[in-house]
């Protein structure tokens, strides 16, 4: 019923960009909140950033701590994609990067259980090295 497809993972420096993109299929995007869920290595599932559905009014955005002032989560309502600029990287970022979406508020998303979204992209590996 839903299809999310991740792009625009890669290999960067410490200190430089990436944008990563996801896809949204039908009108998945106006319906639920959605947002970006990172496994780095040996670690567990964390948040990342989440954003209220498209249906409500107003840009309500949540970011975790460790990404706030440098990683900026937005969409674009026609192309049905979601976006996560990511500026300053650092080695720690370096993870597999998830888009999800969930019949949920996004304020939520700093509490939930990140191994039972509703759904779920395929990843995109971020690779910073210093």
């Known amino acids: 019923q839903v299809q999310l497809v991740e792009s625009g993972g890669g290999l960067v420096q410490a200190g430089g960009s990436l944008r990563l993109s996801c896809a949204a299929s039908?009108?998945?995007?106006?319906?639920?909140?959605m947002g970006w869920i990172r496994q780095a290595p040996g670690k567990e599932r964390e948040f990342v950033a989440a954003?209220?559905?498209?249906?409500?009014?107003?840009?309500?955005?949540y970011y975790a701590d460790s990404v706030k002032g440098r990683f900026t989560i937005s969409r674009d309502n026609a192309k049905n994609t979601l976006y996560l600029q990511m500026n300053s990287l650092k080695p720690e970022d370096t993870a597999d990067y998830y888009c999800?979406?969930?019949?949920?508020?996004?304020?939520?998303?700093?509490?939930?259980?990140?191994?039972?979204?509703?759904?779920w992209g395929k990843g995109t590996l971020v690779t910073v090295s210093s």
């Open positions: 954003i209220a559905p498209i249906r409500w009014s107003g840009l309500t955005t």
């Open positions: 999800a979406a969930d019949n949920s508020r996004a304020d939520d998303w700093p509490r939930l259980n990140y191994y039972a979204m509703d759904y």
């Open positions: 039908g009108r998945t995007f106006s319906s639920y909140s």
